[in-house]
């Protein structure tokens, strides 16, 4: 049987442990036992839980385990009690187990004085003084229960200068020798941070990282030194000293343990002090992940403060905006994106009365075609980038209303963008009324032609008059001939006839022809045509003069035959007009995109133009407005679709 070390016998009475497999098994072990052992104030605690066994290790002086247990509970209670003398209690075949074997003892239950054979043995085992334990072998069982206590205080503990006290406390309690003190790196130097009572002063000074006694944290390997007299190069810490054990703590510093014998610490104690300084830095280790956890946690924690602060400030704002959205006196849209798109999320009590429509009807229908007539490809394009440049802008643009067409500037009105969102939260486009003020700069254009008009009038019509009449009374003067009069007074005639032309052109009373904007007649001229699905696109505008009504006939003729001539098979959904200007003019141009002809560009190239000879396509309308203004008309027209020009224009400045 393999020999086992123990303890002394204890000094306190004698605790026997009994283990059977049934309540009444245990009770009447111990009872018989109790009757037959010699130490009057000892006690036999029974009990049917191999599991006990490991509790009761650290106080019994013997255990005694009955064979009718498994053999794998048997060998857990051997494991169980360690230093503890164990001895089965068994029948007799139970003999040649290997269990018995590693037991300290065996007694068979099977004969008549059986108990008598195993209180002595009990006896036996309890008086015999057992051998200390061999060089680096396992600790005894007051060792092992100050290993216990120390490493469970370290444990539990969180703040770093109290770990360190309680690592030196523990290592004087585990190896019983007083001077012991631990040294943390800083800035390149050890520098005491916790020390036992009885270490003095001297002793407890920093010192350089390249001391001799740094070796064991610069190698990060424990040291031990039988006796420090033998090296002449390694000063003692203090006067007496003759042995020491020095043991890393992780990459944090180092634990000195110091006794003034040679030859003071043997294997097992360097390893117990390795085995804590281990535990000690894992717990260290442990406590800095903890404190990165909290910290994070802390952080987390203050930037949830900040968003919901910047949430509720949002949401306040946003509130504000959503009531002053109700009570704004102009059409007001609200929109908010799903999945990157912009959809009408509700209107205000004034876009439903200007515009003639349900609010129900329209909420979560594309913002685009909400917002703007159909067909105006060109608006449509330039409204779906400003909300998505998320951007304040304005755009021009014209709609029906049952006033009649009306002059818009429409603003979008972003939301604001909050550090958390990846794209805008959605915003308000309003409507701002601006016929009127339209109509005021046309007129205010329209007299500013007149007054040039008149201008240029009085140097061609009413100067020269003037001077005839000047020149023939200047002769009749002088010769007295009655005929001259009749010349000066055809003269004076023409002249007052020429003034009241000049004074109906500055009342506006000739009005035929006036400043007009290309691309305000053709839009205004687009929303009040049968296009269909039909899309419109403009490239540039000029101010011409021209009579306002019959350029808007024209436009309506143009839009008309152009889309009767692209659409083919009645599919108006895939032309796209375009209306340009020109050196001379303006132009609209019909495409029909095809499939392998989608990415041609809608404008008319110049040599089309140049072509454009005037063939009849039914013209004669377009033709006939087009020669009031003494303007020529030309159609080009090839496989990409077709091109009406009007030439011979007079572009203003």
Known sequence: MTSKAHPTTHSHPRLILYVAATDTAAAEGATAIEELQTDPDGTVQPTTAVDDVHEWALDADCIVVEGDHSEEELTTALEAAGPVPVVVFADEPFASSSVAADADGYVRRDTADAYVHLADDIERLCATTREPPAEDGPPDARTAAAVFETTAGIAS????????????????????FEYCWLETINFGELVPRAAASAVPDEALESRSLDDPLGVAFRAREPIRI???????????????VRSLCSVPVGDVGVLHV???????????????????????????????????????????????????????????????????????????????????????????ATFEAVFSVDREEIVGEQVVS???????ADRATALTEAIQANEQRDLECRRVTPDGIRDFVLTVVPLEVSETTAANAGGLIV??????????????????????????RIDDD?????????????????????????????????????????????????????????????????????????QLLTDGDIVLEADRNQLYTLF????????????????????????????????????????????????PEPGRLADADGSAFGLEPIERLADAHGWDVGVAADDDGTAIAVRGVEILE
Not at 226 to 240: C, S
Not at 435 to 446: G, I, K, S, V, Y
């Open 157 to 176: 503990c969180r703040d770093r200068d109290r770990l360190f006290e309680r690592l030196v406390d523990g290592a004087v309690d585990v190896l019983e």
């Open 226 to 240: 039988a006796d420090l007299t033998t090296y002449d190069w390694l000063e003692p810490p203090f006067d007496g």
């Open 258 to 348: 110091v006794a003034e014998l040679p030859d003071a610490f043997d294997g097992g104690d360097l390893a117990l002090l390795e085995g804590l300084c281990g535990f000690a830095a894992a717990i260290l280790e442990r406590n800095w992940a903890e404190r990165g956890i909290v910290n994070e946690r802390d952080r987390l924690t203050r930037e949830r403060s900040r968003f919901h602060e910047r949430y509720s400030r949002l949401k306040d704002e946003r509130d504000a905006l959503f009531t002053l959205f109700r009570n704004v006196s102009e059409p007001t849209l609200r929109y908010d994106l799903e999945d990157g798109e912009p959809v009408v999320s509700g209107v205000n």
């Open 370 to 376: 909400c917002a703007l007539p159909t067909g105006l």
């Open 431 to 456: 409507y701002e009324d601006v016929t009127q003020q339209r109509r005021h700069e046309r007129q205010l254009l329209a007299a500013m032609r007149r007054l040039e008009t008149i201008s240029e």
């Open 462 to 534: 009413v100067r020269s008059p003037l001077n005839t009449a000047r020149g023939y009374l200047e002769l009749a003067e002088k010769t007295g001939d009655e005929e001259h009069f009749d010349v000066v007074e055809t003269a004076h005639e023409r002249l007052s006839d020429r003034l009241q032309e000049l004074v109906d052109v500055a009342d506006g009373e000739r009005t035929d022809a006036e400043p007009v904007s290309l691309v305000e007649v053709a839009t205004r001229a687009w929303l009040t045509s049968e296009t269909g699905k039909a």
């Open 556 to 603: 309506e003729s143009v839009f008309r035959t152009t889309i009767e001539i692209e659409a083919a098979d009645d599919d108006a959904a895939s032309v796209t007009l375009t209306v340009g200007t020109t050196d001379d003019g303006f132009y609209v141009a019909g495409s029909r995109p095809t499939e392998a002809d989608a990415d041609r560009e809608a404008d």
